[in-house]
């Protein structure tokens, strides 16, 4: 499927290197003010354009070149009048503008190892060659953008999200990430990476037993960003060695999947990117692809709590 959500829904079109990539995002509300300062920064973080990066205050390192180069101008369609949502689906457009189908050429009749060529073929009877279509990382552009005008609605109400790098392969200290990176980045080889985010302000209440648990809705919508492999939220995985006395203090915000209104947390992994000149392919590959997914985390689990805490 390409939406998310229910009362609070957000679809998202185009490939990596078609014409543009875009969304629409339905039930905002009216009068409200969005912040496009916000939007930009979010998007200039994803790129890894952000001085602020998720790298400590460093810029980022191991950006792929086609990051750096895209400018992600966002193109609002519908929704907005003079920067105030008029309650109507909020419909965008990011033109890519450095769209080179012809950098994929070679990928045309073979599959690369590790991305999801095989999978779509075996789906569809057909794939897009040009840089993986859908499954290329270039569809979380619009994720961010329609997640950061949820992330407003919920500043609104107090709600804070933040996420950042915690780990880059067994290096855990923030300051030396860029070496880590920029070393494999020189070996032709990538380096996958762990994010942390953490949810302020959510009162008691927020998430439903059973089947609808929120820890279970933000595993589904962190779990579907390109290159996730592992979700875990409070004592999570590392728990298992811990004795209950001590892991029941860790719930990570969440009891029976209802928020307990302690700040909320949770970890995922990222793997690293398989397309690498040492496995052999030429292209524009980030290093280290978890460095620009933390805003993707940040928008995603925006969109998640709107869909939770929707009647602004």
Aim: glycine residues 12%; aromatic residues 8%; hydrophobic residues 40%.
């Amino acid at each position: 499927m390409n939406s998310f959500g229910d009362s609070f829904t957000f679809t998202s079109f185009g490939e990596s290197h078609s014409t543009a990539i875009g969304g629409v995002l339905d039930g905002v509300p009216a009068g409200i003010h969005i912040n496009f300062a916000m939007v930009r920064e979010a998007l200039d973080r994803r790129a890894g354009r952000h001085q602020q990066s998720a790298i400590s205050h460093q810029p980022s390192a191991g950006v792929s070149a086609r990051a750096v180069r895209e400018t992600d101008e966002v193109e609002w369609l519908s929704g907005v009048l003079d920067g105030v949502t008029i309650g109507t689906p909020i419909a965008f457009l990011i033109c890519n503008r450095d769209a080179r189908p012809e950098d994929y050429e070679a990928f045309k009749h073979s599959l690369r190892q590790g991305h999801a060529d095989s999978t779509y073929e075996a789906k569809y009877g057909i794939r897009d060659w040009r840089g993986g279509g859908r499954a290329s990382a270039r569809e979380t552009a619009a994720r961010v953008v329609a997640g950061s005008i949820a992330a407003q609605l919920l500043a609104e109400r107090g709600i804070q999200i933040k996420a950042q790098l915690v780990q880059v392969g067994e290096e855990t200290h923030p300051e030396h990430f860029n070496e880590v990176i920029s070393r494999y980045r020189a070996e032709g080889d990538s380096i996958g990476g762990i994010i942390a985010c953490e949810v302020t302000g959510l009162p008691a209440g927020i998430g439903e037993p059973i089947f609808d648990k929120i820890q279970a809705h933000l595993a589904y919508a962190i779990m579907s960003i390109n290159a996730c492999k592992g979700f875990d939220y409070g004592s999570g995985f590392e728990g298992v060695g811990l004795p209950g006395s001590v892991a029941n203090q860790h719930s990570g915000g969440m009891l029976g999947g209802i928020t307990d209104g302690t700040p909320l947390t949770f970890r995922c992994v990222f793997k690293p990117t398989p397309s690498t000149p040492k496995a052999g392919v030429k292209g524009r590959h980030d290093a280290c692809v978890a460095v620009r997914a933390v805003s993707v985390v940040e928008a995603m689990t925006a969109l998640v709590l709107a869909n939770f805490v929707h009647e602004y």
